[in-house]
């Protein structure tokens, strides 16, 4: 079974300049969860989807953030304009909640340095 | 306070003792606990769940929950070099038949000397 999937695994992009972050989840996972980590702040929920449908967006930083999730196999996260203090690693991740309960997988993680 | 806590470390142990690793949360309704293991520039990935207070043993893992003391501990025995990596702490509002937000600590990394 193939993982969570995510796009790009790094990228290195300018001030100011929009990115897109691109998320796969494990097919017939009805969760989907976008967290951030740094040094500073550890692993931060962002916003997670329940059948397609946003749940709680309460981590979401602020309005350049924004998070979509179209069908059940996609979901992008947003940011624009970006900043230095974006950069971080961006995980995507996928639970089966009627299943397995709180257990989430992560994918592999997209490395964003804002210069 | 944060939501949930852990000694970032490193905590440092020979080979073949046993490691212990803490976590306390302040949501006293929280009822799902995991561990996760993140080795450098890896995504985290699940050793195990508990969601009843008392132990849980899988393999050389053992969990233990005490939600009185609002306390879950990690103890790796028989501790192996490829076990060092950092130890999330996460905590869920929900139980076993539901998912809902998992709220991480910040870590503790590990470090098992040879």
């Known amino acids: 079974d193939a993982g969570v999937i995510q796009s790009p695994r790094h990228e290195v992009t300018e001030m100011g300049q929009e990115v897109t972050l691109r998320c796969k989840p494990i097919s017939g996972h009805d969760y989907l969860f976008w967290y951030r980590q740094t040094m500073m702040r550890g692993l931060e929920l962002l916003i997670y989807?329940?059948?397609?449908?946003?749940?709680?967006d309460s981590g979401m930083p602020e309005d350049r953030f924004s998070a979509k999730m179209p069908n059940a196999s996609f979901s992008t996260l947003k940011i624009q304009p970006s900043e230095p203090r974006d950069s971080a690693v961006y995980f995507c991740?996928?639970?089966?909640?009627?299943?397995?309960?709180?257990?989430?997988?992560f994918g592999e993680g997209s490395w964003l340095t804002v210069v | 306070q944060k939501e949930v806590e852990q000694n970032s470390g490193p905590l440092s142990v020979p080979e073949g003792a046993i490691a212990s690793l803490n976590c306390t949360y302040s949501?006293?309704?929280?009822?799902?606990f995991f561990w996760y293991r993140q080795y450098s520039g890896k995504s985290p990935e699940l050793i195990m769940f508990?969601?009843?207070?008392g132990d849980k043993e899988d393999g050389r893992f053992t969990a233990q929950l005490n939600k009185a003391s609002q306390y879950v501990s990690l103890l790796i025995r028989d501790s192996q070099p490829s076990d060092s990596a950092t130890y999330l702490c996460a905590v869920g509002r929900y139980g076993s038949s539901n998912t809902g937000k998992l709220i991480f600590g910040q870590g503790t990394t590990l470090q098992v000397k040879p």
């Open positions: 508990i969601y009843s207070n």
């Open positions: 949501d006293r309704g929280s009822q799902s």
């Open positions: 991740a996928s639970s089966l909640g009627s299943s397995s309960g709180n257990t989430i997988y």
């Open positions: 989807f329940n059948n397609n449908v946003p749940i709680d």
